[in-house]
């Protein structure tokens, strides 16, 4: 037996113990292709497409009775409740809004009151979204700023402030206890805004059980929502009465359409929606997560890292770095490892139908969404990619053209 042929059985093997395994035909994928990009992207279910069409529709019939008739006015809160069990909080406590840079400024800025003290934080690996709205808003609020080394947030929660923090690293895939930061937080006065954007749909999230009680994160990765779905907000029910939005918006006023001048907020989390929600995006998020009922958080994260290993194995096999934690608890739903060459090697896996992508200056990502994808799937496109390597294949000049987005 040769090395792949050993591989491919051991996870032929693991597919059949996979309880997943049926979820894949709910995904419209193209024909020979091997996602590996759902952590930036993820592919439709058919009932995002579905009822994309089901809002056209109602949009072209019943014109503006459909924020009425077809409910759209409601949608942004039953979506988002129907995110949060996969993050472990009530339904009441998550709505859907704007992008996830915008709720990061939303809740810090709300929550810098509360602090101990006028201080945002953040790490110098953060993505570079965070990192750019919390040193703008650390301005405009006339606030400290602290650009914190990699690795040294746990430490700086002693000084109390706003900590933007992700719960699964977007480059290296790291993953952040969640219990360990809030109980650290908690006792200096320090609040922390989790960015949830690499772990919702892939992470085991206990957010209520973890102390967290802030956080953002995007649909369109692990829960597939489409380009540029908008974002949810969880914001823990006690403290949510407590902030008010620095957007406050008509969609976050108690009675939108009483039109008055005075502000009053909804209860809740719903204070922090701020203007008209883009119903066609949330029609196509609330038909994705069609994909996820029935499933537990658990499992989901149980199959990705499953995916995981199997990356890791045929990486180190191959002799590549990886980037990415290799014991399970502490990585999450993609392994990164470093090419130096990464850019040309990723658009050869694409010419030969593997997607996976490229983060300057040397990071391959290879995202495991667990919905769509089995380990034989893995393991091929790891396959794949030893045999562009070993033969040198990436290295045409058509390769290593590049495009905007990487
Ligand atoms: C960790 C993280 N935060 C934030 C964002 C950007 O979010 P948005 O474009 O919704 O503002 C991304 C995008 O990939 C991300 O990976």
């Known amino acids: ?9 051991a996870a032929q093997a693991l597919d059949r113990a996979d309880s997943l395994v049926g979820r894949r035909a709910l995904f419209s994928l193209p024909e020979g292709c091997l996602y590996l990009v759902g952590h930036s992207l993820g592919p439709p279910p058919a009932s995002a497409l579905e009822r994309i069409a089901a809002a056209q529709k109602a949009w072209q019939r019943e014109l503006v009775r459909s924020w009425n008739s077809a409910g759209w006015i409601d949608l942004a809160e039953r979506a988002g409740a129907r995110i949060a069990p996969l993050i472990g ?49 650390a301005r405009q609020l006339g606030s ?37 930061f809030e109980e650290e937080a908690e006792k200096h ?32 990765k692990y829960l597939n929502g489409g380009p540029g779905a908008p974002a949810f907000v969880y914001v823990e029910r006690n403290l949510a009465s407590r902030l008010a939005s620095p957007l406050p918006g008509w ?14 907020p909804r209860a809740g989390t719903a204070r922090f929606a ?26 989901l994260c149980a199959k990705a890292r499953s ?19 290799r014991v399970q608890p502490q990585r999450g739903g ?27 200056p040397d990071t391959v990502r290879l995202g495991l969404s667990p919905l769509f994808l089995s380990h034989e799937d893995v393991a091929r496109a790891m396959a794949q990619l030893h045999d562009i390597l070993q033969s040198g294949s990436w290295d045409r000049p058509e390769f290593h053209a590049r495009s905007k987005v990487t």
């Not at 809740?107 to 703008?136: C, G, N, S, W």
């Not at 700023?145 to 690293?169: D, M, T, Y």
């Open 89 to 137: 909080v009530d339904a009441d406590e998550v709505i859907i809004a704007d992008s996830v840079s915008v709720n990061l400024f939303k809740l810090a800025a709300a929550a810098l009151p509360l602090a101990r003290r006028k201080l945002i934080m953040v790490e110098e690996d953060e993505f570079p979204t965070d990192q750019y709205i919390a040193e703008e808003m």
């Open 334 to 360: 993609h392994v990164s490892v470093r090419i130096k060459e990464g850019y040309p090697v990723v658009q050869a896996l694409a010419a030969n139908g593997i997607m996976a992508d490229f983060r300057a």
């Open 307 to 325: 995916l995981g290993d199997i990356v890791i194995a045929e990486a180190d096999a191959a002799g590549l770095e990886v980037m990415s934690p």
């Open 189 to 220: 006065g320090t609040l922390i805004v989790w960015d949830l954007s690499h772990a919702t749909g892939v992470m085991d999230l206990s957010l209520r059980a973890s102390g967290a009680r802030l956080a953002a994160g995007c649909t369109y």
């Open 251 to 264: 969609m976050g006023h108690d009675s939108p359409f009483s039109f008055t001048p005075d502000y009053t």
């Open 1 to 9: 037996m040769t090395s792949f042929s050993q591989a491919l059985s």
């Open 144 to 180: 400290a700023f602290q650009r914190l080394e990699a690795g040294s947030a746990f430490g700086a929660l002693k000084q109390g402030g706003i900590l933007i923090r992700s719960a699964v690293n977007y480059r290296s895939s790291e993953v952040t206890d969640i219990n360990a």
């Open 274 to 299: 701020s203007g008209t929600p883009p119903i066609l995006s949330l029609a196509a998020l609330d038909g994705a997560l069609d994909a996820f009922e029935g499933v537990s958080p658990a499992a």
